[in-house]
């Protein structure tokens, strides 16, 4: 099962990228791209979760930053009342998240 879901991770974030009408929805295809690869539950992932799971599987300081940055601007634009349409630079900053995170072995 484990196996399964992550090689399905990044269809499975694509599409939840494709279908994202919000930064928070731009967030969780993130998240849940970085949960399935590792096998680990999503619900209720926080960000501090999600730095915490990368850097206890491997991943090096800039890519966790990338990710938490990333994740820190979706929350600004969700607390700021400006969860609408995600900009493109938000889409394009987890777009490169996501091909970053699928570039690396972790463990």
């Known amino acids: 099962h484990a196996h399964a879901r992550a090689r399905s991770a990044s269809r499975t974030a694509t599409a939840a990228m494709n279908a994202a ?26 960000r501090h979760d999600v730095r915490r799971l990368l850097t206890d599987h491997g991943a090096d300081d800039t890519l966790v930053d ?25 889409v394009t900053a987890v777009e490169a998240c996501l091909r970053h995170l699928q570039g690396v072995r972790l463990r």
Do not use: F
Request: hydrophobic share 35%; with cysteine.
């Open 66 to 90: 990338e990710v938490d940055a990333v994740l820190s601007t979706c929350e600004q634009h969700q607390y700021a009342g400006a969860d609408v349409r995600p900009d493109d630079g938000l």
């Open 21 to 46: 009408s919000s930064s928070g929805e731009v967030a969780d295809a993130l998240i849940g791209y970085i949960a399935d690869s590792l096998d680990h539950p999503e619900a209720g992932l926080t």
